[in-house]
C-alpha cells in the first residue's frame, strides 16, 4: 500500500530472513499488493539474500490476497504472515490455515493473531 515506505520495507525484509532462519528448508511466496496483487516474488535462502521489490502502492485490501492463495495454492498452505498496519479490507470468510499479522499500526484483525511491531523492534 502506500502507507509503506522504504524504512517500514526494510524492517519486514529482515522479519522474512529472521523467519527463514528457523526454517531454512522453506519456500516463502512474497505477494505485493494495493487493492490487487501486483507482484508475485519465489525466494528461498538458497537464492541469497532477499531483496523485496515492491510494485503497486495506494489503498490496500488482503481480499486479493486470500483470493489469489485460494487459485494458486488449493492445497492450502503451512501459514501465511501479513505484513501490514492493518488499515485494510479483510476477506469475508476466515481462511482455513494460521494467519499472523505483522502490524506497524493497528491491532485490530477479525481473525488470526496480530504483533505489534512497533513493540516487538
Given amino acids: 500500500s502506500g ?3 522504504r ?6 525484509c529482515g522479519q522474512v530472513q529472521s523467519i527463514m532462519e528457523a526454517w531454512p528448508n522453506a519456500q516463502v ?3 505485493y499488493h494495493d487493492t490487487r496483487v501486483t507482484r508475485v516474488q519465489h525466494w528461498s535462502p538458497m537464492d541469497g539474500p532477499l531483496k523485496m521489490e515492491p510494485h503497486g502502492g ?3 485490501s488482503h481480499q486479493c490476497v486470500f483470493g489469489w492463495l485460494d487459485k494458486h495454492m488449493p492445497g492450502g498452505l503451512e501459514f501465511l504472515v501479513c505484513f501490514t498496519d492493518l488499515y485494510t479490507e479483510f476477506p469475508t470468510k476466515k481462511p482455513t490455515y494460521p494467519v499472523l499479522w505483522l502490524s506497524d ?3 485490530n484483525a477479525p481473525f488470526g493473531r496480530v ?3 512497533r ?3
Fill in 119 to 121: 513493540e516487538n523492534t
Fill in 29 to 31: 511466496t512474497i505477494l
Fill in 115 to 117: 504483533i505489534d511491531m
Fill in 58 to 60: 495506494g489503498g490496500t
Fill in 3 to 5: 502507507s509503506i515506505n
Fill in 105 to 107: 499500526g493497528s491491532t
Fill in 7 to 12: 524504512d517500514l520495507l526494510k524492517k519486514f
